[in-house]
């Protein structure tokens, strides 16, 4: 999925760590450079008197070769992992979709868009497209009967992929029409999208015009659940909205309830999920739009008479309505491809295209999951094109000349008793349940129950260790193996994320080429990669010889992890990059330093920070990737904490919950260890 303008907004809490002690250090650092590249020479000077004549000359011209080349091999060494890992199971997914029995063919795709349980009513344009009269006399048809009149409904329809568009707490009076599978995806999306915008501009609101103790620190957090486990935050959802959940024991405090939400309006539930995941993100994408108003432009509408809703909504509105939109697109890009949150919460009754690819995998279609793919991802590919070009065509947009000035929230008393800051007061209540409200009841729900305090869940957890058979989820093969798999992504997918960043930054004009190759993880779901290591790598490919390359078990979701993980070191690193002084490597470059012995001693310990903030993100997504890992870790023990949440969840809820507990907790203690350990390295 693409998160790469969120990234970009990201990067810049990096690009501070990157001032003006710069330019303090670059002459240090050159000399340093140069020193180190001195002194090699005259280690290989030493050496040379303990081998025969000549030694001397082979290992110097090797060394002096090796540190010219050695970043252009670690490129091509990358290029490689990509290919092998990434371009190829990927080509496989797209291949077999259009190949039966070696030979090409367009019956699936053409299955697949003909079929109303998928595409709805648009399978009868695609069996004819020709009649396109007909199709559109009835759409206007269709169109005509809408009712614009909302019915104020008691609880939430199930929704089936064949009937009604479902709005929560709303019923839409419309004609029936069939949506289809994907139809019901684009409409899950909307609505996530619709309640993610409404729940974030606020949020930015408040963030851009008000002073209060712990801005800063709340505008940081914004990040938080970007880095949650889906799983886990769904699991977080099912303590809060469940039927022992905390929302029913809070009711059944005053004698209501309990009221089975997740089961009689899960939808809602799903949306509200989503919101959690993405209104931070569009939040933190308007809060930056809203700084760069330029005030100036604001007092001068003033000035000319215009009243303070006319000067916003001719000045400041246009200027936050790009923003709006990249943040809503964005989100509709992630609610689409979303597929934990789904399983979780909703199952095959709410079964999105990610969701349904999965069952089908399952039951070993994997013709029809690929062809689902395919066409997934083309869709998702449009729309990050669609992304990029709007965010390229909003690169060249000037900066305001002055930032909009901040207020006190709660100055005083006679200020807080308004009628905006009750408001505003009312949205941060609000805001408290939507996103303390899951994780809160996480860790409450796991040491209780209906009947109070207790440690059930985790002496089920505990007995399921100590007794429990192979093929079951037992708890600590799952901790560890997400330990061991963390570690193991952040050694390929730290280097990998480097070497990239720096092609990025020296490729000049092709530099946007080799980023859009490289971010091709962020356009492709976790579902559909993990089918393409699945039909390539794990079932082997053939080689000349009659040798086959088979990468099987925990290597295979080892690479998963680091494919997905890569880019977000990219996107912390090239900017830091992009931003130092080109002076200092030319110093050192002059004072005899090579390209490669500069790009060590000058440049990454400058961007130190932005290194260990990727890595951060790498651990944490390997953490809790769920999508690709389910397919990969079915049938061997190579399963990882959120594949086991996922497993006890279709069980027992209270075990669940625990690992989902757990699973919080090892998140966070490696986020300290991480922090703790990288700070060592930071200028």
Not at 14 to 32: D, L
Not at 598 to 616: H, K, N, Q, R, T
Request: with cysteine.
């Amino acid at each position: 999925m693409v998160r790469v303008g969120f990234r970009e907004l990201l990067d810049r809490s990096s690009r501070e760590s990157v001032n003006s002690a710069e330019s303090a250090k670059s002459t240090e650092s050159a000399e340093s450079a140069a020193s180190a590249s001195s002194a090699d020479r005259s280690t290989d000077g030493h050496l040379t008197t303990r081998g025969p004549p000549g030694t001397d000359s082979i290992r110097s011209r090797f060394r002096t070769w090796l540190e010219r080349h050695a970043l252009a091999l670690t490129a091509l060494c990358t290029a490689a992992v990509l290919v092998v890992m990434l371009y190829v199971p990927t080509g496989i997914v797209f291949v077999n979709a259009v190949l039966e029995n070696g030979r090409p063919t367009l019956a699936h795709i053409a299955g697949v868009l003909t079929d109303p349980f998928y595409v709805g009513v648009l399978a009868d344009v695609f069996a004819d497209p020709l009649a396109i009269g007909a199709h559109l006399r009835s759409l206007a048809g269709w169109v005509a009967a809408i009712s614009v009149s909302l019915t104020v409904a008691f609880s939430v329809p199930i929704p089936v992929v064949d009937g009604t568009v479902p709005i929560p707490w709303f019923a839409l009076s419309v004609p029936p029409v069939r949506q289809g599978l994907f139809g019901f995806t684009a409409v899950q999306a909307a609505l996530s999208t619709v309640a993610s915008v409404a729940i974030g501009l606020p949020a930015a609101y408040i963030l851009a015009n008000y002073e209060f103790y712990g801005r800063r620190t709340l505008r940081s957090l914004t990040i938080l659940p970007f880095v949650l486990p889906g799983i886990m935050v769904a699991v977080g959802f099912y303590a809060m909205f469940g039927r022992t959940g905390t929302l029913n024991s809070v009711l059944g405090a005053v004698g209501i309830g309990p009221f089975a939400f997740i089961e009689t309006s899960p939808l809602a539930v799903v949306i509200l999920a989503h919101a959690f995941y993405n209104a931070p993100l569009v939040a933190r994408v308007t809060v930056a739009a809203w700084e760069s108003v330029d005030v100036r432009a604001v007092e001068t509408a003033r000035s000319l008479g215009a009243s303070k809703r006319c000067a916003f909504r001719d000045i400041v509105v246009p200027q936050l309505a790009p923003a709006v939109l990249t943040g809503a697109l964005l989100t509709f890009i992630f609610t689409f491809m979303t597929f934990p949150i789904v399983l979780a919460l909703g199952g095959l009754q709410l079964a999105t295209v990610e969701v349904w690819i999965y069952d089908r995998i399952q039951n070993l279609d994997y013709a029809d999951a690929a062809t689902l793919a395919v066409l997934e991802t083309l869709l998702s590919l449009g729309l990050t094109y669609a992304y990029l070009r709007y965010e390229s065509a909003r690169s060249g947009l000037s900066q305001a000349a002055s930032a909009p000035p901040t207020e006190p929230l709660f100055p005083d008393l006679q200020t807080a008793l308004s009628p905006r800051r009750l408001a505003i007061a009312g949205y941060g209540l609000l805001a408290l349940v939507l996103f303390v409200g899951p994780i809160a009841s996480l860790v409450v729900g796991s040491v209780t129950d209906g009947g109070g305090f207790t440690l059930r869940n985790y002496t089920f957890l505990l007995e399921r260790q100590l007794g429990g058979e192979q093929y079951q989820a037992l708890p600590w093969p799952a901790i560890r193996n997400s330990l061991l798999f963390g570690l193991a992504t952040l050694v390929v997918a730290v280097p990998m994320g480097v070497v990239i960043s720096v092609l990025t930054v020296r490729a000049g004009r092709s530099g946007t080429l080799v980023d859009t190759l490289a971010m091709l993880p962020l356009a492709v779901s976790g579902v559909v990669f993990g089918i393409g290591l699945l039909q390539g790598l794990v079932f082997g490919l053939p080689l000349p010889g009659g040798w086959r390359l088979q990468v099987t078990g925990p290597i295979a979701i080892v690479v998963a992890h680091a494919v997905a993980a890569y880019p977000f070191v990219t996107r912390n690193v090239s900017p830091l990059l992009a931003n130092l002084n080109s002076a200092m490597v030319e110093s050192a470059r002059a004072l005899g330093a090579s390209r490669f012995r500069a790009l060590l001693d000058i440049e990454l310990p400058l961007v130190a920070s932005g290194i260990v903030a990727g890595a951060a993100f790498a651990f944490a997504i390997s953490i809790g990737e769920f999508s690709s890992t389910v397919i990969l870790a079915a049938g061997n023990g190579s399963y990882t904490m959120p594949v086991a949440v996922e497993r006890y969840l279709g069980r027992r809820s209270g075990p669940a919950i625990a690992m989902g507990t757990l699973l919080l907790a090892v998140t966070a203690a490696s986020f300290v260890v991480i922090d703790r350990v990288g700070g060592r390295y930071e200028l």
